[in-house]
């Protein structure tokens, strides 16, 4: 059975840190594009960062670009986001995300082949 499932998040106070783990079964993220979404309410999700397979190069939205930083474990099966000065305005459920294709954060959320199930992370004084 194909699943990612995720870990790390809760509340974190303005100007925190969290990292969130995504770790992948029934494949190896080897050979995956790995990405991270998120949605706040009311909003559409939207892409956060990603990790190309081919080169390791990464890639992140203007919004978190200097405080997220993206990385992965193949030997570990594991993908990692650490979010560091975290603002209220990155409270959202965020979704870990694989795919054999390329994907950029500007790749719509059904592009994605895989998902983890989406852990809360909310930034609140």
């Known amino acids: 059975q194909v699943q990612l499932v995720e870990s790390g998040g809760g509340l974190v106070q303005p100007g925190g840190s969290l990292r969130l783990s995504c770790v992948a079964s029934?494949?190896?993220?080897?050979?995956?594009?790995i990405g991270w979404y998120r949605q706040a309410p009311g909003k559409e999700r939207e892409g956060v960062a990603c990790?190309?397979?081919?080169?390791?190069?990464?890639h992140y939205t203007d919004s978190v670009k200097s405080r997220f930083i993206v990385s992965r474990d193949n030997a570990k099966n594991t993908m990692y986001l650490q979010m560091n000065s975290l603002e209220p305005k990155d409270t959202a459920v965020y979704y870990c995300?694989?795919?054999?294709?390329?994907?950029?954060?500007?790749?719509?959320?059904?592009?994605?082949?895989?998902w983890g199930q989406g852990p809360q992370v909310t930034v609140s004084s």
């Open positions: 990790v190309s397979v081919s080169d390791g190069s990464t």
């Open positions: 029934g494949f190896t993220i080897d050979r995956y594009h």
């Open positions: 995300a694989a795919d054999t294709s390329l994907k950029l954060v500007t790749n719509p959320a059904y592009e994605w082949e895989h």
